[in-house]
């Protein structure tokens, strides 16, 4: 779980960065009080006690769903002790790829306050797109002309739907609950038979498919792309702090970024570790699965996105206030418009996944994929990111939606039935929705 | 938009704005009077603060003394953006013209289709109008679709024999109230805790979903109605019993007439102590229309519908059933305090609580209705496909959307403060015409997804007409 120790994304840009404009905005809606610890600590000891003052605060960044993790872990494990072996740890991952990668899309619209209802079945649409395009009787698309033809396939509905929620005001709701239907509709038609699938190993294009999900680097690729990419985010980080403290900015003190850098050191090796051990019953598979870097760049792109630059700034301040955004000269539109084609570009991308995953595909796998949505919110929400907007962070919808996902394996192996899963993930959600309420109850801006 | 106070209108109390607050530059003399006439016949504290579109309009309405000066009233409130039943009124016209067109033999609008129609529709009415009560008050309840189903599989396991085998009006009363308790669960959790409404019934209709399961028995369980045992055979006639084509004229006729005089014999009795009235020729024509409407519907259901061997002809059960549901509901939410207060938290929650209205017992209240409402709808749910319940019977999340939908193509508003029971049963009937009319189509491979892409765009095309109507009537929603 190296996305824990990512906490430099923490910070919210905009408090940071003080010679944007929007930074009034995103900064009121932190309030004075609430300034991230790294920015007033000194030293550790201070870091810690500021982080534990912005906890109690209301605050809680991460730290309840990281909690979350733990018991779920724990309580897992006393019940079955093959919970946390790496065979299972691995195949719980892939079961919440697509949890994960859903929790990032709708981030982009519950950050706005809004909500997009019809993630799951862009991704239903694009799995059957992608799995057709493909097939050798029909139109034969290399595999990655057909993912860009799905991934812009996805943007427009994003962009259609966008452009009602937008420029005629529609509630965001409505909007993708009419567009679920319709795309469902549209997926059916387009799955025509009944059936596709891209499980046939014979055809190059339909095998690089299927290896989306299915395949894993071999181990010593494994340990190779781990230490150039700890060397590079480590180094990075480092490097922007030291700069940070050379020209007088506020910066962590040097021992958190060691202790950062460490930890993400130590969870990238147990990590790779982990996928390392074979995990077949016949044969051989092991190393790291494909997916955790994809999940990883989708991970990476929308942080940077949504945390340095100007229109992620502009998503948090209209998610803050929508009004006080639009005075500063936030085009509303427009922003709202992106936010809804990213959060379909990724469940687009999460659609490619999912093809792959289930590698043949029928009319009752999209009729299901609409259940997913329910998880994705839920993702979103008990990883920490507020229904009521201009509070979340990607890394919310990960970790979210590994909760979501060891709650589904954990039960799955204690051999409860899918209806008490169910109850359960209901359980948890409200659960969180209440916590995210009792937060904003807490925050001082909150009148 | 909401009434908060007596307002002595005919049918139309339900929408009648507080003509205090209403800027009208345009007013007459005689409309003063009529305001100053309406405060007079208040009693119940003014709740209202609610922007109040067509106000000006709705107040001539009720003080139109001829004929045509209702008519242009009535016109001048369409066009000001609040057009109450005209849209799904034309929409069903459009519907049954297309469909009557291009099906095949043109079948469309056969007696026998038209009455399957109805069986079909009374389902997503019954929820629409449940629905209604939730999104009057500006939330929304995504669980109607799994409580429907679970009151629908109670009822039907309380009458089974060997069974639980109770009466079945005790079925019926025991899934309402099972239902009621789901309800007011998440209206406790929605009003008390404060959480997003969505939320709290995503998550319900995740649970429920998953004790719906449970409740039949498992993933493969299913539970049948056996109709020669007398109290099942009440639950199955609840929609595909019918009434003799005889007795459907007599209570036909007694139906016009009883409501037809109280009609008349109230709007005589405001005239005369001096409150507001439609005119007499309005009256008039509102009780030809319904006994216009009746007539047909008793003709149409009538027809012999059966095959060759076995005749089946009049009116369906169901069809008064659901009058009577429509009839109580539109007067829980036109004359009692409860649907006012529902009203006024609609139009502004904050201007509600000021004035005293409770708003968590409300709102608990409302989830409370809905659902129990909900669990009637699953009962004749189950009734409509021949009295059998299983996991495939109908998927709980599709219906709570034509739910919605129905509700919202009604002419119900997402936003609050708007709609009425009737909204409900016209929504339902156009999904329900939609639904059936395309799988007449045989349109092979293409039905399925038409099934979902329809009802979608209708959906989508009823929001744009509330939001557009909105602001047209210079109610801002939303930055």
Redesign the interface.
């Given at each position: 779980m190296s996305e824990v120790t990512r906490d430099s994304s923490e910070t919210p840009a905009g408090a940071t960065d003080t010679t944007m404009v929007a930074d009034d905005l995103t900064a009121a809606r932190e309030a004075a009080a609430d300034v991230p610890p790294e920015l007033v600590a000194q030293s550790l000891g201070q870091y810690l006690r500021a982080s534990w003052a912005r906890v109690r605060g209301g605050n809680s960044g991460v730290l309840p769903v990281v909690l979350a993790i733990v018991v779920v872990a724990i309580s897992f494990q006393i019940e079955n002790s093959k919970f946390l072996s790496a065979q299972n740890l691995v195949n719980l991952f892939e079961q919440s790829t697509i949890y994960m990668l859903l929790a990032i899309a709708e981030i982009f619209a519950l950050l706005l306050g809004e909500?997009d209802l019809s993630v799951g079945l862009i991704m239903g649409l694009g799995s059957v797109v992608v799995a057709e395009l493909v097939q050798p009787s029909g139109a034969n698309l290399p595999w990655w002309a057909a993912i860009i033809v799905t991934l812009l396939l996805c943007c427009a509905v994003g962009a259609f739907q966008g452009t009602?929620v937008a420029r005629?005001?529609?509630?965001s709701?409505?909007?993708t609950?009419?567009?679920?239907?319709?795309l469902?509709?549209?997926?059916?038609?387009v799955l025509?038979?009944?059936l596709v699938g891209i499980g046939n190993a014979q055809y190059k294009n339909e095998l690089v498919l299927y290896n989306i999900f299915n395949g894993a680097f071999n181990t010593t690729v494994s340990w190779i792309l781990l230490a150039v990419v700890l060397g590079a985010t480590g180094a990075g980080l480092w490097l922007r702090d030291a700069r940070k403290r050379r020209h007088g900015l506020e910066a962590a003190p040097p021992s958190l970024t060691a202790l950062k850098i460490v930890l993400m050191a130590v969870a990238g090796i147990g990590l790779v570790a982990i996928c390392n051990v074979n995990r077949a019953h016949v044969g051989t598979i092991e190393g790291v699965p494909y997916i955790i870097p994809i999940v990883l760049v989708v991970l990476g792109a929308s942080t940077v996105l949504l945390q340095r630059t100007r229109f992620g700034r502009y998503v948090y301040a209209i998610g803050g206030n929508?009004?006080a955004a639009?005075r500063a000269g936030v085009s509303?539109t427009s922003i709202r418009t992106w936010c809804f084609v990213l959060s379909a570009l990724i469940s687009g991308i999460a659609g490619v996944l999912f093809a792959s995953w289930q590698v043949s595909l029928t009319?009752n796998i999209i009729?299901a994929a609409?259940?997913y949505v329910?998880l994705a919110?839920?993702a979103a929400?008990i990883g920490g990111t507020s229904?009521?907007g201009g509070r979340g962070k990607t890394i919310h919808g990960v970790l979210g939606g590994l909760v979501i996902g060891g709650i589904y394996n954990g039960l799955y192996l204690l051999g409860v039935?899918?209806?008490?899963?169910?109850?359960v993930?209901?359980?948890v959600?409200?659960a969180a929705?209440?916590i995210?309420?009792l937060s904003r109850?807490g925050a001082p801006r909150q009148a | 938009m909401s009434s908060d106070r007596d307002v002595p209108v005919a049918a139309d109390s339900g929408e009648t704005p507080d003509p205090g607050e209403t800027p009208d530059p345009g007013r007459t003399s005689a409309e003063t009077t009529a305001t100053e006439m309406m405060e007079a016949g208040t009693t119940a504290p003014d709740l209202t603060a609610a922007p109040a579109p067509a106000a000006a309009a709705e107040v001539r309405e009720l003080v139109a003394q001829s004929l045509g000066q209702y008519l242009r009233a009535w016109w001048l409130k369409v066009r000001s953006g609040d057009s109450g039943v005209l849209p799904v009124l034309l929409a069903m016209v459009v519907v049954a013209v297309v469909f009557q067109i291009i099906t095949p033999q043109h079948a469309f609008l056969r007696p026998s289709n038209l009455v399957y129609i109805f069986g079909l529709s009374t389902v997503y009415m019954v929820l629409a109008i449940a629905e209604t009560l939730v999104l009057l008050i500006a939330e929304i309840d995504l669980s109607v679709g799994a409580v429907a189903l679970i009151g629908g599989v109670i009822a039907f396991k309380l009458v089974q024999q060997p069974g639980a085998g109770w009466p079945w009006w005790a079925a019926i009363i025991a899934a309402l109230v099972a239902c009621g308790v789901f309800g007011a669960l998440q209206g406790m959790v929605t009003a008390r805790l404060k959480i997003p409404s969505f939320v709290v019934t995503l998550a319900g209709f995740l649970l429920f979903s998953g004790i719906l399961i449970v409740v039949l028995g498992g993933a493969d369980g299913s539970v049948n109605l056996n109709t020669s045992a007398f109290n099942q055979r009440v639950i199955y006639d609840l929609v595909q019993g019918v009434i003799p084509p005889a007795a459907s004229w007599v209570i036909l006729a007694v139906v016009v007439v009883a409501s037809g005089a109280s009609l008349w014999l109230r709007t005589a009795r405001r005239r005369r102590q001096g409150l507001v009235a439609p005119p007499m020729s309005v009256t008039a024509i509102r009780i030809a229309l319904v006994a216009i409407v009746g007539v047909v519907v008793v003709v149409v259901c009538n027809v012999n519908r059966g095959t060759s061997l076995k005749s089946v002809q009049g009116v369906p059960w169901v069809i008064p059933i659901v009058l009577v549901v429509l009839g109580i509901w539109t007067l829980v939410l036109g004359r009692i305090r409860f649907g006012r207060y529902l009203y006024a938290i609609g139009g502004n929650p904050e201007a509600a609580r000021r004035a005293g209205v409770s708003l968590a017992g409300i709102r608990t209240w409302a989830f409370a209705l809905c659902s129990a409402t909900a669990g009637f709808g699953g009962i004749l749910l189950g009734s409509f496909f021949y009295g059998e319940y299983s996991t495939n019977t109908a998927d709980p999340g599709q219906l709570v959307l034509y739910t919605v939908a129905a509700a919202v193509i009604g002419g119900v508003s997402l936003f609050g403060g708007r709609g009425k029971a009737l909204h409900g049963v016209l929504g339902g009937l156009l999904i329900g015409g939609i639904a059936y009319g395309v799988s007449l189509l045989n349109l092979g491979s293409l039905s399925t997804p038409l099934q979902y892409i329809l009802p979608g765009g209708v959906l989508l095309a009823a929001v744009l007409i509330d939001v557009l109507s909105r602001r047209g009537s210079g109610s801002v929603t939303r930055v």
């Amino acid at each position: 779980m190296s996305e824990v120790t990512r906490d430099s994304s923490e910070t919210p840009a905009g408090a940071t960065d003080t010679t944007m404009v929007a930074d009034d905005l995103t900064a009121a809606r932190e309030a004075a009080a609430d300034v991230p610890p790294e920015l007033v600590a000194q030293s550790l000891g201070q870091y810690l006690r500021a982080s534990w003052a912005r906890v109690r605060g209301g605050n809680s960044g991460v730290l309840p769903v990281v909690l979350a993790i733990v018991v779920v872990a724990i309580s897992f494990q006393i019940e079955n002790s093959k919970f946390l072996s790496a065979q299972n740890l691995v195949n719980l991952f892939e079961q919440s790829t697509i949890y994960m990668l859903l929790a990032i899309a709708e981030i982009f619209a519950l950050l706005l306050g809004e909500i997009d209802l019809s993630v799951g079945l862009i991704m239903g649409l694009g799995s059957v797109v992608v799995a057709e395009l493909v097939q050798p009787s029909g139109a034969n698309l290399p595999w990655w002309a057909a993912i860009i033809v799905t991934l812009l396939l996805c943007c427009a509905v994003g962009a259609f739907q966008g452009t009602l929620v937008a420029r005629l005001k529609m509630p965001s709701f409505i909007v993708t609950l009419g567009g679920l239907l319709i795309l469902e509709g549209v997926a059916i038609i387009v799955l025509g038979g009944g059936l596709v699938g891209i499980g046939n190993a014979q055809y190059k294009n339909e095998l690089v498919l299927y290896n989306i999900f299915n395949g894993a680097f071999n181990t010593t690729v494994s340990w190779i792309l781990l230490a150039v990419v700890l060397g590079a985010t480590g180094a990075g980080l480092w490097l922007r702090d030291a700069r940070k403290r050379r020209h007088g900015l506020e910066a962590a003190p040097p021992s958190l970024t060691a202790l950062k850098i460490v930890l993400m050191a130590v969870a990238g090796i147990g990590l790779v570790a982990i996928c390392n051990v074979n995990r077949a019953h016949v044969g051989t598979i092991e190393g790291v699965p494909y997916i955790i870097p994809i999940v990883l760049v989708v991970l990476g792109a929308s942080t940077v996105l949504l945390q340095r630059t100007r229109f992620g700034r502009y998503v948090y301040a209209i998610g803050g206030n929508a009004e006080a955004a639009r005075r500063a000269g936030v085009s509303l539109t427009s922003i709202r418009t992106w936010c809804f084609v990213l959060s379909a570009l990724i469940s687009g991308i999460a659609g490619v996944l999912f093809a792959s995953w289930q590698v043949s595909l029928t009319t009752n796998i999209i009729k299901a994929a609409n259940s997913y949505v329910l998880l994705a919110v839920a993702a979103a929400v008990i990883g920490g990111t507020s229904l009521f907007g201009g509070r979340g962070k990607t890394i919310h919808g990960v970790l979210g939606g590994l909760v979501i996902g060891g709650i589904y394996n954990g039960l799955y192996l204690l051999g409860v039935s899918s209806q008490w899963i169910d109850v359960v993930v209901a359980a948890v959600l409200i659960a969180a929705a209440f916590i995210d309420v009792l937060s904003r109850r807490g925050a001082p801006r909150q009148a | 938009m909401s009434s908060d106070r007596d307002v002595p209108v005919a049918a139309d109390s339900g929408e009648t704005p507080d003509p205090g607050e209403t800027p009208d530059p345009g007013r007459t003399s005689a409309e003063t009077t009529a305001t100053e006439m309406m405060e007079a016949g208040t009693t119940a504290p003014d709740l209202t603060a609610a922007p109040a579109p067509a106000a000006a309009a709705e107040v001539r309405e009720l003080v139109a003394q001829s004929l045509g000066q209702y008519l242009r009233a009535w016109w001048l409130k369409v066009r000001s953006g609040d057009s109450g039943v005209l849209p799904v009124l034309l929409a069903m016209v459009v519907v049954a013209v297309v469909f009557q067109i291009i099906t095949p033999q043109h079948a469309f609008l056969r007696p026998s289709n038209l009455v399957y129609i109805f069986g079909l529709s009374t389902v997503y009415m019954v929820l629409a109008i449940a629905e209604t009560l939730v999104l009057l008050i500006a939330e929304i309840d995504l669980s109607v679709g799994a409580v429907a189903l679970i009151g629908g599989v109670i009822a039907f396991k309380l009458v089974q024999q060997p069974g639980a085998g109770w009466p079945w009006w005790a079925a019926i009363i025991a899934a309402l109230v099972a239902c009621g308790v789901f309800g007011a669960l998440q209206g406790m959790v929605t009003a008390r805790l404060k959480i997003p409404s969505f939320v709290v019934t995503l998550a319900g209709f995740l649970l429920f979903s998953g004790i719906l399961i449970v409740v039949l028995g498992g993933a493969d369980g299913s539970v049948n109605l056996n109709t020669s045992a007398f109290n099942q055979r009440v639950i199955y006639d609840l929609v595909q019993g019918v009434i003799p084509p005889a007795a459907s004229w007599v209570i036909l006729a007694v139906v016009v007439v009883a409501s037809g005089a109280s009609l008349w014999l109230r709007t005589a009795r405001r005239r005369r102590q001096g409150l507001v009235a439609p005119p007499m020729s309005v009256t008039a024509i509102r009780i030809a229309l319904v006994a216009i409407v009746g007539v047909v519907v008793v003709v149409v259901c009538n027809v012999n519908r059966g095959t060759s061997l076995k005749s089946v002809q009049g009116v369906p059960w169901v069809i008064p059933i659901v009058l009577v549901v429509l009839g109580i509901w539109t007067l829980v939410l036109g004359r009692i305090r409860f649907g006012r207060y529902l009203y006024a938290i609609g139009g502004n929650p904050e201007a509600a609580r000021r004035a005293g209205v409770s708003l968590a017992g409300i709102r608990t209240w409302a989830f409370a209705l809905c659902s129990a409402t909900a669990g009637f709808g699953g009962i004749l749910l189950g009734s409509f496909f021949y009295g059998e319940y299983s996991t495939n019977t109908a998927d709980p999340g599709q219906l709570v959307l034509y739910t919605v939908a129905a509700a919202v193509i009604g002419g119900v508003s997402l936003f609050g403060g708007r709609g009425k029971a009737l909204h409900g049963v016209l929504g339902g009937l156009l999904i329900g015409g939609i639904a059936y009319g395309v799988s007449l189509l045989n349109l092979g491979s293409l039905s399925t997804p038409l099934q979902y892409i329809l009802p979608g765009g209708v959906l989508l095309a009823a929001v744009l007409i509330d939001v557009l109507s909105r602001r047209g009537s210079g109610s801002v929603t939303r930055v």
